[in-house]
Nanobody
């Protein structure tokens, strides 16, 4: 499975960005796609993820109320809408794909999000 992420960039505090990640290759019907982020010197943390079949979502504490994750299964794509961004959201955002039945995880190359104060 290959993951192609896009949409990072520079935005001012209070602004919005949309991240997209498309999966290609051997796609499992039961999968989870989502986003994690890692700031310099910190651990990689969950931002949000969503299941393929029932589209159950899970958000990290920092994303609740500001970010919205969705997916388009026809395109094997996950989308993260980030609103009201804060400087603390500055990090490299990594797309994640988990093939549930195969218990296999894939990471995208990461896209940088910078929020200026």
């Amino acid at each position: 499975v290959q993951l192609q992420a896009s949409g990072g960039g520079l935005v001012q505090t209070g602004g919005s960005l949309t991240l997209s990640c498309a999966a290609s290759g051997s796609i499992s019907s039961a999968n989870v796609m989502g986003w994690y982020r890692q700031a310099p010197g910190k651990e990689r943390d969950l931002v949000a993820q969503i299941t393929s079949r029932r589209q159950v979502t899970e958000y990290g504490d920092s994303a609740k109320g500001r970010f919205t994750i969705s997916r388009d299964n026809t395109k094997n794509m996950v989308i993260l809408q980030m609103d009201n961004l804060e400087p603390e959201d500055t990090a490299r955002y990594y797309c994640l794909y988990v093939a549930v039945l195969e218990n296999t995880m894939y990471w995208g190359q990461g896209t940088l999000v910078t929020v200026s104060s």
